[in-house]
C-alpha cells in the first residue's frame, strides 16, 4: 500500500504502509491516505455471509496490505487482534446495533489499537536496527486504555497517554492510569484540545523526532483506521446470514462521530465494494462536522464538554481524511455535493442522549446504550423519519453502558451490573504524572525519561 499525505494534493512523494505506521503523521502536517483502494472480488460480498469475522477481516486486509505483510502472517496476525465477538442486535426490522465494545477495554478501539501494536510489532521485529519506540497518545478517555492494552508489554515499546485532568469518567481514568509496565499515563491541567495539539506538536518537532522515536496510536494513525474497516463488513454478513437485512432496501450506518475515525473506516469500506447508501454522522454538541455538511464552513472551535465525553473534539482530526475520500477535483461546492450524497450530519444535545438512553430501554425489552450509542440511535431515528423508503439502518455502539455508568442508571432508573475488567481496573491505585498543557512541559517529560 502506498501512502500520500493529504496536504501533498499531488501526490509527488508515496510512502510505505510501514512507513506510515511509525511516522504516523507527514512531515508537512498532513494525514497520510491510501493512494488507491482496491475493490474486493463480487464473489466475496456475494458469499461474505459464509464467513466468520477474523475470515472477513482476513480478506479485507490481504487485499489492503498483502504486498508488505504476507499473506500468512497477516492471518496470524488478524486472528489474534480479532479475538473477541462483534454481534448485532436487532431492536426492529429497521434498526439493528453493531455491538463494538466486547474487546478487553470495552470500546470500540480495541479493533483498531491491537491490530495496530500488532502490525508494529510484527514490522519491528522485522527491523533490527530500530530503536525503541514510544507511543504517544492523547486520549479524550476510551483510546488510551485500548492503545495501552493493546500494547502491554510489547517489546520495544513505550506507551505515554495523556489525558484531561478531571474530563475524563473515574472509571476511564481508572483504566488508563493502572495498566503500569510500559504504559505511562500523563495528567495535563487542560482540555482533550491542548492535549491533542501537544502530541500534533511533539510529531512536528523534527529535533524531538531525532532523539526520541514517536508513532502516534491515535486514529491519524492509518494502522487505526484500515482495522475500523473490518467490522462494517461483518455488520454486512450477519445481517445477510440472521436474514434480518432485507436486499430491497438500502444498507445504512449511524456512526456517533468524534474524531471522525470510525467513519472513515466506514468510507473504506464503501470503496471496498461494501454496499453502503448512507452514513449519518451523529454528534454530541461538539458539531463542527454537522455544521460543515450543513453548510460547507469548517470552523474548528474550543470542545465543549458532554455526557458522551468520547467525542468530545473541537477540531476532528480526521476531517482532512473525510475530504480526500471525496478527491480534490473540482470546486468547493462540488466537493460538499458529492460528500453530502453519502453522508449527513445531526448533532444532539445532553438532554436528547439522556432520554433516548431511557426510550431504548422501555421501547425495546430493556436494551441499554451507552451514551455515545445512544447519540448514533438518535442519529438513525432521525434520518429513518425524514425517508420515506424503509432501510436496513446498523447504530454502530462504540462503548459497553457499565463504563459510564452514572449517566446510564440515572437515565434507566436502575443499577447495571459492573463487567469483571473494570472491577480489576477500580480496585487498583492511579498512577500518573501531572504536567501542565503546554508542549515544552510535555518535550521536556519525553526528554528525561
Ligand atoms: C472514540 C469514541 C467515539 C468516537 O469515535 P471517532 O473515531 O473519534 O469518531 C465514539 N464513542 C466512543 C465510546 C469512543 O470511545
Not at 26 to 46: H, K, R
Not at 121 to 126: D, K, V
Not at 344 to 350: K, L, M, P, Q
Not at 369 to 391: E, F, I, N, S
Amino acid at each position: 500500500m502506498q501512502l500520500y499525505s493529504t496536504n501533498d494534493t499531488d501526490r509527488s512523494q508515496t510512502v510505505s504502509f510501514q512507513e506510515a505506521v511509525f511516522q504516523s503523521l507527514p512531515a508537512d502536517n498532513g494525514l497520510y491516505m491510501p493512494v488507491f483502494i482496491p475493490s474486493l472480488d463480487e464473489s466475496f460480498l456475494d458469499e461474505i455471509e459464509k464467513l466468520t469475522f477474523p475470515e472477513i477481516a482476513f480478506q479485507v486486509a490481504t487485499t489492503l496490505l498483502a504486498d508488505e505483510i504476507p499473506a500468512l502472517r497477516l492471518r496470524d496476525l488478524v486472528e489474534d487482534a480479532i479475538d473477541f465477538p462483534a454481534p448485532v442486535a436487532t431492536l426492529d426490522d429497521e434498526i439493528h446495533v453493531l455491538e463494538l465494545f466486547h474487546g478487553p477495554t470495552l470500546a470500540f478501539k480495541d479493533f483498531g489499537a491491537r491490530f495496530m501494536a500488532r502490525t508494529m510489532s510484527w514490522f519491528l521485529q522485522q527491523s533490527p536496527q530500530e530503536k525503541e519506540r514510544t507511543i504517544l497518545v492523547a486520549t479524550s478517555g476510551d483510546t488510551g486504555s485500548a492503545v495501552a492494552q493493546g500494547f502491554l508489554n510489547v517489546p520495544g515499546i513505550n506507551v505515554v497517554l495523556l489525558y484531561p485532568s478531571g474530563k475524563v469518567s473515574e472509571i476511564q481514568e481508572k483504566q488508563l492510569t493502572t495498566v503500569g509496565n510500559n504504559v505511562s499515563a500523563l495528567e495535563v491541567s487542560g482540555t482533550f484540545d491542548d492535549c491533542q495539539r501537544m502530541v500534533k506538536e511533539a510529531f512536528l518537532d523534527q529535533e524531538l523526532r531525532k532523539q526520541v522515536s514517536l508513532s502516534s496510536a491515535n486514529s491519524i494513525n492509518i494502522s487505526r483506521l484500515i482495522p475500523q474497516s473490518f467490522y462494517y463488513f461483518n455488520a454486512y454478513a450477519q445481517l445477510k446470514r440472521d436474514l434480518a437485512f432485507n436486499p430491497d432496501w438500502p444498507l445504512v450506518f449511524s456512526v456517533p462521530s468524534g474524531n471522525f475515525g470510525n467513519l472513515c473506516g466506514g468510507l473504506i469500506a464503501q470503496q471496498m465494494g461494501l454496499p453502503v447508501d448512507h452514513i449519518i454522522a451523529a454528534t454530541n454538541a461538539n458539531d463542527v462536522v454537522p455544521e460543515y455538511l450543513e453548510t460547507g464552513k469548517f470552523t474548528p472551535r474550543p470542545s465543549v464538554q458532554t455526557v458522551s465525553n468520547a467525542m468530545d473534539v473541537g477540531n476532528p482530526s480526521n476531517f482532512a481524511r473525510l475530504l480526500a475520500f471525496y478527491g480534490y477535483a473540482g470546486s468547493d461546492e462540488e466537493l460538499l455535493n458529492s460528500i453530502q450524497e453519502d453522508i449527513s450530519g445531526n448533532r444532539y444535545s445532553d438532554e436528547n442522549t439522556k432520554q433516548a438512553i431511557m426510550e431504548v430501554y422501555e421501547d425495546y425489552y430493556g436494551y441499554i446504550m451507552c451514551p455515545h450509542t445512544a447519540v448514533g440511535y438518535l442519529g438513525l431515528k432521525d434520518y429513518l423519519d425524514k425517508q420515506p423508503a424503509r432501510v436496513n439502518g446498523v447504530i454502530l455502539a462504540t462503548a459497553h453502558p457499565a463504563k459510564f455508568k452514572d449517566t446510564v442508571e440515572k437515565a434507566i432508573g436502575e443499577a447495571i451490573p459492573m463487567p469483571e475488567p473494570l472491577k480489576e481496573a477500580i480496585n487498583q491505585p492511579k498512577k500518573a504524572e501531572s504536567i501542565s498543557p503546554d508542549y515544552e512541559s510535555l518535550k521536556s517529560y519525553l526528554l528525561d525519561r
